[in-house]
């Protein structure tokens, strides 16, 4: 019999930010996350713009000696870990480590360490290149620290699937708990890509927006849509297995129901036509968690504000839930958050279950002119009060991945 797994604490650092909480009532008020960047000269680039974690200290969560030797990408992952962790009244010592694992992925891992180190290669020679380099740049790094700084002894696992990675993990870990490997896990994503390569190369194949207008670069489903904006931060879930977190007494905020993740096998970078890859995803998580699609009171869209993608997600939506898609409220955070990459599908993951524990929906801002070919309710621009028990989150990423979570209102 398959364990019944539910959330217990969260942790967040996006661009809207430094907590959970703090980004969930930003995200609710419409709040834009895009700005000018600072972390980077953009000079010779085309993209000005991006979606930059704010603010953030490091010390704050992890000795500074040792957060040194750390990318930011795993400092986010540390730091988000810890506030869930917290927030789920968990410590971590030799009674449980062992029945406590972690499994965190990122798309691209540490960007910014490895171009920092490339530039000592050219202009210094290969004897200065750091010993840390490696062990900082890996993209697992992010679930070696949080299991060092923790504590935690069981499952330790990573996924890279590019901007799937934080939704594959989640439902990775959700499957670890499910079948009793594991009696908690601490899961999601994260990243740290506004980085010289990372926006040039995007920049190249033409997936980021060239839009210069800080308040209207970032708009899913809008008409005039050019690509999506880059942003950086982590989300963390702390889940376990139910009998555990009731017989500890956990506020619980929600129950992992459903995971589907397939594959495209269709193009490097864009998605398959007519979404159809994502739609089977969205049909598997619906058959695993028992549900009906109209069960389904909201979706956290992928919703990139990239051409292909909001139009075939759109498409997507159409064919798996039918008549239903209609009376769906379907909103894209990433107008706010800008595209995480590795971190989305963590960080919309928390906002799902705040959307539960809430009872109101995140709206997409800047959608002022809605595209013909996405004509389904995207919660424009202002929030929305409704009562949400049933939330699909939808992760799609580069090498046609596709992964999706169902979260379901807690009940005994």
Not at 182 to 210: D, H, Q, R, W, Y
Request: charged share 25%; hydrophobic share 40%; net charge negative.
């Amino acid at each position: 019999m398959t364990k019944r797994v539910v959330i217990t604490g969260v942790g967040s650092i996006t661009p809207l930010g430094n907590t959970a909480e703090e980004s969930w009532q930003n995200a609710l008020a419409g709040k834009n996350g895009v700005a000018l960047l600072t972390r980077m000269d953009t000079t010779d680039y085309a993209v000005k713009l991006g979606a930059e974690v704010k603010d953030f200290d490091a010390s704050e969560f992890i000795d500074r000696k040792a957060a040194r030797h750390m990318d930011r990408f795993t400092q986010f992952a540390v730091a988000a870990a810890k506030m869930a962790v917290a927030d789920a009244n968990v410590t971590i010592d030799e009674t449980n480590a062992e029945d406590i694992g972690v499994w965190i992925g990122s798309g691209i891992g540490g960007m910014e360490t490895y171009e920092k180190e490339f530039e000592k290669l050219i202009k210094r020679g290969p004897s200065r290149v750091s010993p840390f380099f490696v062990p900082m740049m890996i993209p697992d790094m992010a679930t070696g620290q949080v299991s060092i700084q923790l504590g935690a002894k069981g499952v330790n696992s990573t996924t890279v699937t590019a901007c799937a990675t934080g939704t594959n993990s989640i439902g990775d870990a959700f499957r670890v708990v499910q079948r009793g490997d594991a009696v908690a896990m601490i899961t999601g994503g994260a990243e740290a890509p506004i980085t010289k390569m990372s926006m040039a190369g995007f920049t190249s194949n033409k997936a980021l927006s060239l839009n210069p207008d800080i308040d209207s670069a970032c708009r899913p489903f809008d008409k005039n849509r050019d690509g999506f904006v880059i942003g950086e931060g982590a989300g963390i879930l702390y889940i376990e297995e139910l009998e555990h977190a009731k017989a500890r007494g956990a506020n619980i905020y929600a129950e992992i129901v459903g995971y589907g993740s397939t594959g495209d096998a269709y193009h490097m970078t864009a998605p398959a036509p007519d979404g159809e890859g994502a739609a089977r995803a969205m049909k598997k998580a619906l058959v695993d968690a028992d549900l009906q699609p109209e069960a389904v009171d909201y979706i956290n869209a992928h919703g990139t504000s990239t051409p292909y993608n909001d139009e075939y997600e759109t498409m997507a939506i159409k064919s798996v839930f039918g008549d239903a898609a209609k009376s769906l409220a379907i909103s894209s955070t990433k107008s706010m958050t800008g595209h995480t990459l590795g971190a989305s599908g963590g960080i919309e993951a928390v906002f799902a279950v705040q959307t539960i524990r809430d009872n109101q929906i995140a709206p997409t801002i800047h959608l002022e002119e809605v595209d013909e070919k996405c004509d389904l309710d995207y919660v424009p621009n202002v929030k929305r009060e409704a009562e949400v028990k049933t939330v699909l989150s939808n992760s799609f990423g580069f090498g046609g991945h596709n992964a999706c979570l169902i979260f379901k209102q807690f009940e005994d």
